[in-house]
Each structure stands twice: as structure tokens, then as C-alpha cells.
């Protein structure tokens, strides 16, 4: 019994941190165990200060139930953003809220073999420099572009390791348990438990940056395929313009709708004379990064020039979710991650797209919304995924420690 009552604990500590709140009754619910031994349960990890009880439940006529909610700083995690030019990382407790600062930096992954030790050396840094004993760190979440292998630790994209997985090259370097997946993937988990999509039925959750990302949630639930690659929205074949796509294939969505094609669009613009407040010298001047940015707040403050640049991308995104909608018919769609920023400007010509090319009663009822997570939902899904593993980030943790 001790045994299967570790793993019940194991749930509850799963569930709060998704929850954030429940009664007693709720949680026997969601572990579907008794009410008494849900309750003892409870008491335990009341007792160990692993969990709070944060007073009663609003009245609903009877007597109020207690709710219990895990303590913030009982365990940590390491969350990891990337993109193909810049990762992120900061440690968070069980609210996910930042523990300290986040580290930013410049690091392209693409034909780059050191890249991983990079990353390794940066996490152990934090961990070292947050004086948080590891015991105390669920994990690590590592959210990056590319076809991610999440189950076999491999970016068959980016993050090549002669050594053997990503995940066990990052263990070995830290002494933490460690977890990957896709961007895209990710952001939409974090959409799914923390935002938009919470409580929703489908929705797919499109994620504009450097390519054109997309998350589905089906049937309230991620839905990542059979080999964990599904939503490969960037390479949708939709154009006949013959530009070679970064998946070597050409006339892809990314080719005409990604941040990518954006600057180089703006770069074209620019040098045949367009009118605007950017300046092609100073774009070709800065960071990918950088450049993205400087177009969407330039058509953030109204420049025609890059309004249009946006408007073009985000009718071209509209095609794609037109297709999407005839196939999978989602009552929800999310502009989410780095493209959030632009999700106001973007938003009127994805429904333009919609009312030319979508069949009026399957796009009747569906909703284009901006993410109120932003360009944060990528750093809370890397928390959220060391959480969904926590049960696996626990054996993983006594073995590392076994062979240390």
C-alpha cells in the first residue's frame, strides 16, 4: 500500500500544480480515490508543508469546502525557451513565477555543435547561482524548434549530440531530470492549462515566429501524432513561388508567412523605394531578432509600409487556418508566442482569409483570439512539461542520483 500511496501523492502534488486550487472532493475526483483516502493524503502533505490550505470555496449554499493548493516554493523548475536565435531561461516555482532573473542570449542552433554544451553550461550556472538545492528541482523543460523526439531525448533538427539524447547529455552535465519537446507543442500545453484553451474542447493554437508553428488541442487534449511531430504547420505546401523552405522543400507556408520571409520582404521593399520609418541600412544592420521587432512596432505605431508587410503574412497564416478549420472544424483559434505582439494587426486579415476561402458554416463558429500568455507561454510550457513528467521526473531523479 505504501507504494501506491506515493503514487497517489505523486498525483495530487500533479494536480494542484495544474489546478492550482481544488477541495478535498475534487481531488478525489481527479485521482479517483476515496474521499477518506484522499483526505488522509491531504493531511500528510499539509503536515510535510508541501501543501497550504488556502481557506474555503466561495458559498454555494451549504457548508464551504476547504482548498488546498501546493506551496510555492516546495520545488522548482528549470524552464528553457529557444528559437533558432535566441534562448531563454529562468527557474520557476509551482505558481510560475519567475525565481530570479532571466537569462537571455544570442545563441544560433542551426549548424552550431557546440550549441548543447552552451546550453548545459548556462543551466548549471543558473541552478548554481539561484542557491536552490537540486532535490528541489522537479526538472528541467527545454521547449526548442525542430521535429523534437520527445520521448527519445532527439531534435532531428537542431542539437545534434554524438553522445548520445539531448536529455541525457543535459542530465549528465546538471544531475537534473530533464525533458524536451517542441516549441509549438508547448506553447499550446501551456495554453491548455494556463490559458485560452483551458476548457476548451479543440483549438488550435498557432505559433508566428521564426517559422509558422502550430499546437492542437483535440478533444480537450495535446494531440502530438504517432511519432510526437504532429502541427507541422510551417510546411503546409501552399504556394507555387518556387522559394526553398528551411525544410528543403520549397512554396511552404513559412516561405511567405514566417518572420523570416517578413524581414526579407521588408528588405525587398525598402530597396525598391517603399516609404517608411524603417531604414533598410539599419535593418539589414540588426540581429533577426531585432529586425522582427523593429517591423512590428513600426506597424505597431502605424507605418503603412510594415502594416502592409504584417497584413500580407497574416492573410497568407489565414489560408493555412482555413485548411485547418475544413479539417478539424476548432471551435478556438490562438495567436500565441512571439507573434502575439502583432496578433491585433494580424487578426483582420486572417478573417479576411476566412471569409474568402472558408465554407461559412465550418468557420461559423470559430474564434480568432490573442493570447493573453504571450512570448511567455513558450517559458511556461517547458515548466508545464517537467509537471506533466513529474511522476517520470521523480525515477529519473534516483537514478541519476544512484549513479552519481
Known amino acids: ?7 497517489y ?26 474521499l477518506s483516502l484522499t483526505t488522509k493524503i491531504l493531511n500528510e502533505l499539509v503536515e510535510e508543508g508541501f501543501v497550504v490550505e488556502t481557506g474555503h470555496a466561495p458559498s454555494s449554499g451549504g457548508r464551504r469546502a476547504q482548498m488546498y493548493a501546493l506551496r510555492p516554493d516546495i520545488m522548482y523548475t528549470v524552464s528553457v525557451a529557444m528559437d533558432q ?90 544531475g537534473v531530470p530533464t525533458f524536451i519537446d517542441n516549441d509549438s507543442s508547448l506553447i499550446a500545453l501551456a495554453e491548455l492549462k494556463f ?28 494531440f502530438r501524432g504517432d511519432d510526437g511531430f504532429a502541427g507541422e504547420f510551417s510546411h503546409i505546401p501552399l504556394f507555387q513561388n518556387g522559394k526553398l523552405c528551411s525544410c528543403g522543400k520549397s512554396g511552404c507556408l513559412e516561405t511567405e508567412a514566417s518572420l523570416t520571409a517578413v524581414i526579407e ?30 517591423i512590428i512596432d513600426a506597424a505597431a505605431k502605424g507605418d503603412r509600409f510594415a502594416v502592409e508587410l504584417l497584413s500580407e503574412a497574416g492573410y497568407n497564416i489565414g489560408r493555412g487556418i482555413a485548411i485547418l478549420i475544413h479539417l478539424l472544424n476548432p471551435g478556438l483559434v490562438v ?14 486579415p486572417i478573417q479576411q482569409a476566412l471569409n474568402e476561402h472558408c465554407i461559412p458554416r465550418l468557420a461559423a463558429n470559430t474564434e480568432i483570439i490573442i493570447s493573453d500568455l504571450g512570448h511567455e507561454a513558450q517559458l511556461i510550457g517547458s515548466a508545464a512539461l517537467v509537471m506533466e513528467k513529474y511522476e517520470k521526473g521523480i525515477t529519473r531523479k534516483n537514478k541519476i542520483q544512484e549513479a552519481a
Open 265 to 294: 520582404k521588408a528588405l525587398e521593399g525598402l530597396s525598391s523605394g517603399s516609404t517608411s520609418v524603417l531604414k533598410k541600412a539599419a535593418l539589414e544592420f540588426l540581429s533577426p531578432e531585432d529586425a522582427g521587432d523593429a
Open 9 to 34: 501523492r505523486k498525483r495530487i502534488v500533479n494536480h494542484l500544480y495544474f489546478s492550482k486550487m481544488l477541495s478535498c472532493a475534487e481531488v478525489s475526483m481527479k485521482i479517483e480515490k476515496s
Open 335 to 348: 495567436l500565441s508566442g512571439r507573434g502575439a505582439s502583432s496578433g491585433k494587426i494580424l487578426q483582420a
Open 85 to 174: 536565435f535566441i534562448t531563454r531561461i529562468v527557474i520557476m516555482d509551482m505558481q510560475n513565477r519567475h525565481i530570479g532573473q532571466m537569462e537571455r542570449f544570442e545563441l544560433n542552433i542551426a549548424n552550431n555543435p557546440g550549441a548543447l554544451d552552451i546550453i548545459a553550461d548556462k543551466i548549471s550556472g543558473m541552478i548554481e547561482q539561484s542557491g536552490i538545492a537540486k532535490n528541489k528541482i522537479a526538472g528541467i523543460g527545454i521547449s526548442m524548434p525542430g521535429f523534437v523526439d520527445a520521448r527519445g531525448g532527439v531534435n532531428h533538427s537542431f542539437l545534434a549530440n554524438r553522445q548520445g539524447t539531448i536529455t541525457a547529455f543535459v542530465e549528465s552535465k546538471t
Open 1 to 7: 500500500m505504501a507504494g501506491k500511496t506515493q503514487l
Open 195 to 222: 490559458g485560452a484553451a483551458r476548457n476548451k474542447k479543440n483549438v488550435m493554437v498557432i505559433n508566428v515566429g521564426w517559422g509558422i508553428g502550430l499546437g492542437m488541442v483535440l478533444n480537450n487534449a495535446l
